[in-house]
């Protein structure tokens, strides 16, 4: 099930298509998110779909109840694999989600994003009004056990928390792991970077990997090299 996921930021369905077209016939697992997404329109999930691919539709619901409901209703007609909500959304709303994906769906994978990771400690003070007291890590375990109480599947986070989170809400609760780059990769914006191997030692689940491979000029090869490192094969 362990799996690398490539994060699609491209601006046009024109740009992804050409990346695309470095992978030849191998399906992959593609996350595609707002930037694409809202330009695009749901066709291009169906047009990848399509093409054998497994797509993560990274939209971070956050609404009331009946319209997370309601969006999730439409979102699982285009057959995806995994989507996810934002945890501040609150129980209520993850567990309209969480019902209306077994109503309705099996397969997918449902996640919460817990804190977003561009806020710091000092943001989730002062912007979010939580109290000084509770940690930023204390925060995003606090959010992820709200998430496991609304029966999703499990969270967004760094690699850095797995072995926590793994080791307070299961091993079946799935880790989606952003902010990997390979060893000899340069940092880009992200702060706290993982290796794909380092990954694989924590116990991630899923790595989303975005420039490391859409900015390569060889994107199979990295893709390859990633995943061989991440599988450990
Ligand atoms: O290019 P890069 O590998 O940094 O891309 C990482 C992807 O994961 C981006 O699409 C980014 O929005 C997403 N992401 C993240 N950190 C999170 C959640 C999502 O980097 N906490």
């Known amino acids: 099930m362990k799996d690398v996921i490539i994060a699609m930021d491209f601006p046009s369905r ?8 470095n992978f030849k016939d191998q399906s ?8 694409l997404f809202y330009k695009e329109g749901p066709e291009i999930v169906r047009a990848y779909k399509k093409m054998g691919h497994k797509i993560f ?13 309601k969006a999730t209703l439409s979102l699982l007609d285009l057959d995806i694999d995994m989507i996810n909500y934002h945890a501040q959304g609150g129980y209520n709303m993850l567990k309209a ?21 561009s806020l710091d400690e000092e943001s989730i003070h002062r912007d979010l009004k939580i109290e000084r007291d509770l940690s930023l890590k204390d925060t995003v375990l606090s959010y992820a ?15 850095l928390e ?12 799935i880790t989606v792991t952003p902010g990997i780059r390979p060893k000899s990769f340069q940092k880009d914006d992200q702060k706290r970077v993982v290796t794909p191997e380092m990954a694989r030692e924590f116990g991630s689940d899923f790595i989303v990997v975005g420039r ?22």
């Open 97 to 117: 989600a969480s019902e209306e994906i077994e109503n309705n769906h099996k397969n997918i994978i449902s996640l919460g994003v817990t804190i977003l990771t």
């Open 212 to 233: 490391p491979i859409t900015k390569a000029e060889n994107p199979l090869e990295v893709y390859r090299e990633i995943k061989r490192e991440f599988l450990g094969e």
């Open 14 to 21: 024109e740009k992804s298509d050409e990346f695309l077209k």
């Open 28 to 35: 992959l697992f593609l996350k595609i998110g707002m930037e």
């Open 145 to 159: 056990g709200l998430v496991k109480k609304a029966h999703l599947s499990g969270v967004v986070c760094s690699a």
């Open 57 to 69: 539709l990274d939209l971070k619901l956050h609404d009331i109840e009946n319209t997370v409901r």
């Open 162 to 173: 797995v072995k926590e989170i793994k080791e307070k809400f299961g091993e079946n609760f």
